[in-house]
């Protein structure tokens, strides 16, 4: 197998990976001009940029390359001091470009009504593959879905076989509560790079309260962005998608101050990342949310 099919099985696979290459030299080095070698994400490497110290910083920086997702060059002068490096005393210089494979993003989507097709239309043009999920056929299928790589017509089925990753991003959006928590009980457990749930934050709020009475841990859904999206004052469900897909690229690009519309929880705690870019009102609204829903809970 060379580099390339390997890239493409880690990318099916929804793996990630450093790609290093050789892209200019100047006098004698180890090596040539597009040596690659590649640098998975467990630490093992295949091919070759010419040993030594070169393979071993350039090994060093692929850690920092994947957990940036952004791109590198790396400039080494091997001169002809025996002391600078076991193997390579050379006199020359070398430039190495240090990138990202990453696998195409997938968000799968529960829940198949309205708000459901215009979140599919609009992440997949902004390149997210798409997977649809509902119980029921008629709003979970291929004519509905033209774009989806993947459609299950079963909550359970789809929690067997899915297994999220950094690649993978979350969106519930089903018909009622009782699927919104079944699906989130399951969901907050995987290791999804996004988790959103749609819903005004008095329902939010219900559903984690729910859910922990049953034993889920409260710190469990601090990453969960819900109200779902950024706010933009969407009403329409073409709107709401444009919103919710803002989010997802948000994450995926790792953008910093978006004002996201998710709930904070706990008067006096530190703001996590979803609340630290809200406003001070929307703050505000969310503990008096907290407030309201606890007193009708004890009533």
């Not at 493409?8 to 200019?24: D, P, Q, S």
């Not at 990453?102 to 708000?115: A, D, S």
């Not at 505000?284 to 606890?294: I, L």
């Amino acid at each position: 197998m060379d580099l390339f099919e390997e890239v493409l099985r880690l990318r099916r696979e929804g793996k990630r990976a450093v790609m290093a290459t050789i892209v200019h030299t100047n006098g004698s080095i180890p090596s040539f001009e597009s040596s690659r070698m590649l640098i998975r994400e467990d630490g093992s490497i295949m091919g070759t940029i010419g040993g030594g110290c070169v393979e071993a910083e350039v090994w060093a920086a692929a850690k920092d390359v994947l957990k940036a997702e952004a791109p590198r060059k790396m400039t080494f002068n091997l001169n002809n001091e025996a002391s600078y490096d076991n193997g390579l005393i050379c006199g020359g210089t070398l430039e190495v470009f240090v990138e990202p494979i990453l696998p195409q993003p997938i968000l799968y989507i529960f829940g198949g009504g309205h708000v459901s097709i215009a979140v599919a239309n609009a992440a997949h043009t902004a390149g997210f593959a798409i997977g649809v999920i509902d119980d029921r056929e008629q709003f979970a299928n291929r004519e509905r879905f033209p774009m989806a790589r993947e459609v299950y017509t079963s909550y359970e089925e789809a929690f067997e076989k899915l297994q999220p990753n950094a690649s993978t991003y979350i969106l519930i959006v089903t018909r009622g509560h009782r699927d919104d928590m079944r699906v989130l009980a399951w969901a907050v457990k995987t290791n999804a790079r996004y988790l959103g749930m749609i819903g005004s934050k008095r329902k939010v709020l219900s559903v984690y309260q729910a859910l922990e009475r049953e034993g889920f841990a409260p710190e469990l859904f601090d990453r969960v962005h819900a109200p779902v999206g950024v706010e933009i004052g969407a009403l329409t469900p073409e709107e709401i998608a444009i919103s919710i897909s803002a989010e997802l690229i948000a994450v995926r690009r790792g953008a910093a101050n978006v004002k996201h519309k998710a709930v904070t929880r706990k008067d006096g705690a530190q703001p996590d990342r979803k609340s630290a870019a809200q406003p001070a009102a929307a703050k505000s609204e969310a503990k008096a949310a907290v407030k309201e829903t606890a007193e009708s809970v004890s009533h």
